[in-house]
């Protein structure tokens, strides 16, 4: 599977930003995709995940510090799983990752395909 980020950028505290992931290579409807973020000398860190629950039903899971602020989504005909942003703040600021695999979880290790990462930077 291989996974494309785009959509970082810079923006003030308050805006937001969406960030897309495109997945290749693999039947896409039934993987579980997720988000997580890193900050340079840090752990990456969960930020939202998704997984199929059967039939056209998926679940989503978020990190306490971006609930209700960020939303998960995903397009199964573009293959693509969204991550929107909104009311971002400062400690917000980090590379975002896009990851794929078999299984939903919080735990990076758990995920099999990463993307490269885009830069999100949050000015105060």
């Known amino acids: 599977v291989q996974l494309v980020e785009s ?5 003030q505290a308050g805006g937001s930003l969406r960030l897309s992931c495109a997945a290749s290579g693999r039947t896409f409807t039934n993987l579980a995709m997720g988000w997580f973020r890193q900050l340079r000398g840090k752990e990456r ?5 998704t997984k199929w629950g059967g ?3 998926y679940y989503a ?3 306490d510090s971006v609930k209700g ?7 199964n005909a573009d293959n693509t799983v969204y991550l929107q942003m909104n009311n971002l703040k400062s ?3 980090a590379v975002y990752y896009c990851a794929a695999g078999a299984r939903s979880s ?3 290790a758990e995920y099999d395909y990463w993307g490269q990462g885009t ?6």
Do not use: M
């Not at 959509?7 to 923006?11: P, T």
């Not at 830069?119 to 105060?124: D, E, F, I, L």
């Open 69 to 75: 602020r960020f939303a998960i989504s995903r397009d």
């Open 91 to 93: 400690e917000d600021t």
């Open 55 to 57: 039939g056209n039903t």
């Open 61 to 63: 899971d978020y990190a």
């Open 106 to 108: 919080v735990i990076f």
């Open 119 to 124: 830069q999100v930077t949050v000015s105060s």
């Open 45 to 49: 860190e969960f930020v939202a995940t």
């Open 7 to 11: 959509g970082g950028g810079l923006v």
